[in-house]
């Protein structure tokens, strides 16, 4: 059995944010081999895929190396990738059936487009110890199914360094969720990109995540209204790597792009 490592949201490779795929199962697998491998693997994501009676469409589940997750960006670009890429699917486009419901991606260009389930948040109040946790204090928080601080500039992103436990604990709190946060930021007028940001989710067993698809279903639609633009480009500053992906805001839906590169393909002697 195969299994492909792919840096996605990605131009080059060791960008990005890498995910494992395994080679299409015709059966899903006992959960808890998929949870052991996930583990093994620790990545922040290992997407497991299973056929249909149509070529274009398989189940799609997601695992971090804690937890079985309700809907992963990166990962779906990579399953999405190794399908076109790896194995060779002759189709303009391909369907997931997830926890998420029905996810499509389609190939354009160099890249693909991903079709996501829009999360608007809604504007809350700023936590109590959230400063404190994060190292610095937020002008705003935005909840959905993350917590959402937004800071005034890129360089107050890149010089976070939270105290996780306190973190999950607070924003798990605050949502009702499992404590994850994105931290984001206008750009400089000057940058290749309109917002920066980044990822922490300790309740998902990933202490801060390369690039994010699930968290830009949320930061688009806030974004795209605050800037009154459908479309924007965002950076996920993870230190040393860093994603980029482009994003557009279509009502109750996102559509993000990007690009993947396969970095590693493995043998499973299992």
Same mark, same amino acid.
């Given at each position: 059995? +195969?299994?492909?490592?792919?840096?996605?949201?990605?131009?080059?490779?060791?960008?990005?944010?890498?995910?494992?795929?395994?080679?299409?199962?015709?059966?899903?697998?006992?959960?808890?081999?998929?949870?052991?491998?996930?583990?093994?693997?620790?990545?922040?994501?290992?997407?497991?895929?299973?056929?249909?009676?149509?070529?274009?469409?398989?189940?799609?589940?997601?695992?971090?190396?804690?937890?079985?997750?309700?809907?992963?960006?990166?990962?779906?670009?990579?399953?999405?990738?190794?399908?076109?890429?790896?194995?060779?699917?002759?189709?303009?486009?391909?369907?997931?059936?997830?926890?998420?419901?029905?996810?499509?991606? #389609? +190939?354009?260009?160099?890249?693909?487009?991903?079709?996501?389930?829009?999360?608007?948040? #809604?504007?809350?109040?700023?936590?109590?110890?959230?400063?404190?946790?994060?190292?610095?204090?937020?002008?705003?928080?935005?909840?959905?199914?993350?917590?959402?601080?937004?800071?005034?500039?890129?360089?107050?992103?890149?010089?976070?360094?939270?105290?996780?436990?306190?973190?999950?604990?607070?924003?798990?709190?605050?949502?009702?969720?499992?404590?994850?946060?994105?931290?984001?930021?206008?750009?400089?007028?000057?940058?290749?990109?309109?917002?920066?940001?980044?990822?922490?989710?300790?309740?998902?067993?990933?202490?801060?995540?390369?690039?994010?698809?699930?968290?830009?279903?949320?930061?688009?639609?806030?974004?795209?209204?605050?800037? #009154?633009?459908?479309?924007?480009?965002?950076?996920?500053?993870?230190?040393?790597?860093?994603?980029?992906?482009?994003?557009?805001?279509?009502?109750?839906?996102?559509?993000?792009?990007?690009?993947?590169?396969?970095?590693?393909?493995?043998?499973?002697?299992?």
């Amino acid at each position: 059995m +195969r299994q492909w490592t792919v840096d996605a949201f990605a131009s080059a490779p060791f960008k990005g944010n890498p995910a494992c795929v395994v080679e299409p199962f015709t059966a899903w697998p006992d959960d808890a081999w998929m949870q052991a491998l996930a583990q093994e693997n620790n990545q922040a994501e290992t997407a497991f895929l299973l056929r249909s009676d149509d070529p274009a469409r398989f189940g799609l589940r997601w695992f971090t190396p804690a937890l079985e997750a309700p809907l992963c960006g990166h990962a779906t670009l990579a399953a999405a990738h190794v399908l076109f890429a790896e194995l060779g699917l002759d189709a303009d486009g391909v369907t997931f059936d997830t926890l998420s419901g029905p996810l499509t991606v #389609k +190939r354009i260009g160099a890249g693909y487009e991903m079709d996501f389930p829009a999360q608007p948040p #809604k504007q809350t109040d700023i936590p109590a110890g959230l400063a404190e946790a994060l190292g610095a204090a937020p002008s705003e928080v935005w909840a959905a199914n993350y917590l959402v601080a937004i800071f005034e500039d890129e360089a107050a992103i890149r010089a976070l360094r939270p105290d996780l436990a306190a973190l999950e604990r607070i924003s798990g709190a605050a949502t009702g969720g499992r404590g994850n946060l994105s931290a984001a930021a206008l750009a400089p007028a000057d940058a290749p990109y309109d917002v920066v940001s980044r990822f922490f989710a300790p309740g998902s067993g990933i202490p801060e995540d390369p690039t994010t698809g699930s968290a830009h279903c949320i930061l688009s639609p806030l974004w795209s209204a605050r800037l #009154k633009r459908s479309a924007l480009r965002f950076h996920q500053a993870y230190p040393g790597r860093g994603g980029d992906l482009e994003c557009e805001h279509r009502g109750d839906r996102v559509l993000l792009r990007g690009e993947a590169v396969t970095t590693v393909e493995s043998v499973l002697r299992l």
